[in-house]
């Protein structure tokens, strides 16, 4: 077989009887004439149409929804609706069957029908063959390169940070323990607990929560640097927002104060979002109007205001609402929605942490676009943070979107050594072990600021999709790792 052209080439080819070879997966055949064969290239199928001179009975048979087929022939203009081209197929090679009889055993679960993504999310491993799990990857896919492309373009740093550490960035305790001791025989010590001498690395060690610590200190000599990698979580929070294993983007900037850190997480966001709309067009439009016969299914009033498209076109357009955390406990405090009582968790005093039921409130309904919140009380916060002159707040800042809650959480850095060391003798934080990240303080201290991006939470936004387990190929949450 000569070689093979990828779909997405081919259906912007003009057709002139050339020779073409199209190699993928089956996902229709009818009338034993019309194959559609996706090769991931792109959401569309091309045609392949055969005849018995072509396949004989036997072969006819094998071409099922879910095998794979190379196919020669020419490129013709096709009489059908829907697509330009079409291949009329002279030679076709299977390469691997699948059973398409539901009666028997081990037959391929993706029939051509709708599935549920409850469904789906139960054969993650083939569920990239469908149509919108095709457009979500291929989305994901584009977002993760126009981050490299955007921070690279800026002149930042690409950092890798240690996924297996011994520090707990966020002070949250929310670590998994990677350990090679056996856990029904670990070695005890004078004082009865484990001996983590004994273990791989002479000491406890965990996998990250995050790669800003790190980040921090290569700041500190690149000027501007990003990670980009898997990070872990062990909280116990089973939602549509959490992960126990997701990726985040955590650039670190020298010199930026927290104007400068909003700045740039609006930049990228509007980036990353124009980028994906101008490069998954396609995708983005199967995934609107996937969204809109969704809808028809509700009632009136809970459609959404907006589709898909104009969501994202409205997020580049404007610009993200700056508003401190107090006015935002005087808005929430003051609204109608606590004064009836309809939220689950009433906002009384300042200092409380909002929960995303406020996030979505002041999002959706108050403000009605994407909101930057800053400057919150100290102790609902990391340590890392860069105290205000008031004593009690610091300069934080979390941005909030539509249907997603926190997308970004970030800060100024706290760069005095007096001021952070004291704040971490106030929060029980481990300071002698700390001693590297202090270093930067005590060598060559800068301002500087950076902040997290969930990288889930963005295909979540930009797909339309709504459980975080639909957005990463093989999800990791409370009692599942399946895959
Ligand atoms: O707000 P977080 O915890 O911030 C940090 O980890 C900082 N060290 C970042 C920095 O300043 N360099 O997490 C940052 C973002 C959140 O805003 C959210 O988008 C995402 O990471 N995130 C999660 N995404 C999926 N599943 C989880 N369990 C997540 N926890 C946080
Ligand atoms: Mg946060």
């Known amino acids: 077989m000569q070689k093979r052209t990828k779909i997405k080439e081919l259906l912007l080819t003009e057709p002139t009887e050339q020779l073409v070879t199209v190699k993928g997966w089956v996902r229709t055949f009818r009338n034993n004439q019309f ?41 013709i203009a096709s009489q059908g609706k829907g697509q330009k081209v079409e291949v009329a197929v002279t030679s076709i090679e299977i390469y691997g069957d699948a059973e398409s009889d539901i009666s028997k055993p081990n037959s391929y679960p993706l029939q051509p029908k709708a599935h549920s993504l409850e469904f789906l999310r139960e054969i993650a491993h083939l569920r990239f063959r469908t149509n919108t799990f095709g457009a979500i990857f291929r989305v994901r896919h584009s977002l993760a390169y126009a981050v490299h492309k955007f921070f690279n373009d800026k002149g930042f740093v690409y950092m890798h940070t240690p996924i297996i550490t011994a520090s707990d960035a966020e002070g949250a305790g929310e670590m998994f323990k990677v350990t090679t001791l056996d856990i029904n025989k670990a070695p005890l010590n004078e004082a009865g607990e484990i001996d983590f001498k ?15 610590l790190e980040g921090e200190l290569a700041a500190m000599a690149f000027g501007e640097v990003y990670t980009f990698g898997p990070t872990f979580r062990a909280e116990n929070s089973n939602t549509t ?18 104007n400068d850190n909003m700045d740039l997480a609006e930049e990228l966001l509007h980036y990353v979002i124009r980028y994906a709309l101008e490069h998954n067009k396609e995708d983005i439009e199967f995934l609107n109007q996937r969204l809109l016969d969704e809808e028809k299914n509700k009632p009136q009033t809970e459609r959404s205001e907006m589709s898909l498209l104009e969501k994202l076109q409205f997020c580049i357009d404007n610009k993200f609402e700056r508003v401190t955390y107090t006015e935002a406990i005087s808005i929430l405090r003051e609204s109608n929605h606590n004064k009836k009582k309809k939220f689950q968790y009433l906002v009384n005093e300042w200092g409380v942490d909002l929960q995303s039921e406020h996030e979505r409130y002041l ?27 008031d004593g009690k707040t610091v ?11 926190e997308i970004v959480g970030g800060s100024q850095r706290e760069e005095r050594l007096e001021l952070l060391e004291t704040r971490m003798k106030e929060m029980h934080l481990p300071i002698e072990e700390m001693y590297w990240y202090l270093d930067t303080r005590r060598f060559g201290a800068c301002p500087h600021a950076g902040f997290g991006l969930g990288f889930e939470r963005l295909v979540l936004f930009v797909t339309g999709m709504t459980n975080i387990r639909d957005v990463i190929a093989f999800p990791r949450t409370p009692k599942s790792a399946e895959f």
Not at 52 to 69: F, H, L, N, Q, Y
Not at 198 to 212: E, R
Not at 366 to 373: A, W
């Open 35 to 75: 194959i559609a064969i996706n090769d991931g290239s792109t959401i569309n199928n091309i045609q392949a149409v055969v005849n018995a001179e072509v396949a004989d009975e036997a072969t006819m048979k094998r071409i099922t929804p879910g095998s794979c087929v190379g196919v020669t022939g020419k490129l």
């Open 198 to 212: 004994q273990d791989f690395f002479g000491k406890a060690t965990n996998l990250t929560v995050s790669g800003q």
């Open 241 to 258: 927002r959490h992960l126990a294993e997701f990726w985040m983007i955590e650039p670190e900037m020298a010199f930026f104060d927290l």
């Open 363 to 389: 999002v959706e309904k108050h403000f009605k676009k994407p909101v930057i919140l800053t400057d919150y009380p100290k102790d609902i916060k990391a340590f890392y943070m860069r105290q205000n002159d």
């Open 395 to 405: 300069r934080a800042m979390d941005i909030l979107f539509p249907g997603i809650g």
